[in-house]
């Protein structure tokens, strides 16, 4: 057992542990591990606090979100409202627009209907004036005739008129 190099590692090893047992190397290495887990401990804590910070914020962006969304929706469908009130105007104003016409058209042929019959009745009133003063003039001669023919016409076209 003494010749075996084993052995003798194994006692070295054991020296070598005591010793440094002894000269403190073991509080060092336990304080360094405690340090570390501190450390990963306030990460761990910091971690924690982003997360819950990052969650807040991320439920404030959600509501901002369905805000968004709900104005949104509000604004289309304000919009629809507004474009099917301005269809309807349009069509209102468009109708109006056609009845104005048509009674302005219909005034208009009537005012030319009108027109029209008095040229006709004029036409026809000085149509039959020559007439009558032909036909008077074949049958009464000389002056009282004429005087006769003068007053007829002036009253026919009185009366035609």
């Known amino acids: 057992m003494l010749a075996n190099p084993t052995f003798w590692v194994l ?26 887990g501190e450390l990963v401990a306030r990460e761990l804590a910091e971690a924690r606090r982003l997360r819950h910070e990052a969650e807040l914020l991320l439920a404030e962006y959600e509501g901002k979100r369905k805000a968004a969304e709900a104005e949104a929706e509000a604004i289309v469908a304000n919009a ?45 009133a000085e149509a039959a004036t020559r007439a009558a003063e032909v036909i008077l003039r074949g049958q009464v001669a000389g002056k009282a005739g004429a005087d006769l023919i003068a007053a007829g016409l002036k009253d026919v076209r009185a009366k035609l008129n």
């Open 11 to 36: 006692v070295a090893t054991v020296i070598f542990l005591a010793m440094a047992v002894k000269m403190g190397a073991l509080k060092g290495l336990t304080g360094a591990l405690d340090a570390r």
């Open 80 to 124: 629809k409202d507004e474009a099917q009130r301005l269809a309807k105007d349009a069509e209102e104003k468009l109708a109006e627009f056609v009845t104005r016409r048509t009674k302005s058209a219909e005034d208009k042929i009537a005012q030319a209907e009108t027109q029209a019959t008095a040229e006709v009745r004029a036409a026809a």
